[in-house]
């Protein structure tokens, strides 16, 4: 069986990865900013939106991107 695509591959630019990331970015951001803010924050979420933030901050220097 043949599988039979609707869409074309799109492959975005460079400039369209590195604005996906800085916004998904900035949404871990916020999400680790209200719950470091809880009374009683889950140190396991925290902790992994850390560890998800830092590899995203990764990607996006390697693809040319700078937090000026």
Same mark, same amino acid.
């Given at each position: 069986?043949?599988?039979?695509? &609707?869409?074309?591959?799109?492959?975005?630019?460079?400039?369209?990865? =590195?604005?996906?990331? &800085?916004?998904?970015?900035?949404?871990?951001?916020?999400?680790?900013?209200?719950?470091?803010?809880?009374?009683?924050?889950?140190?396991?979420? =925290? @902790?992994? =939106?850390? @560890?998800? =933030?830092?590899? &995203?901050?990764?990607?996006?220097?390697?693809?040319?991107?700078?937090?000026?």
């Amino acid at each position: 069986m043949t599988f039979e695509y &609707k869409y074309d591959a799109v492959t975005p630019s460079n400039e369209e990865k =590195l604005e996906e990331l &800085k916004d998904y970015m900035k949404a871990l951001e916020e999400v680790h900013r209200a719950e470091s803010s809880k009374e009683s924050s889950d140190t396991d979420k =925290l @902790t992994q =939106l850390e @560890t998800e =933030l830092i590899a &995203k901050r990764t990607e996006y220097e390697n693809l040319g991107g700078t937090f000026d």
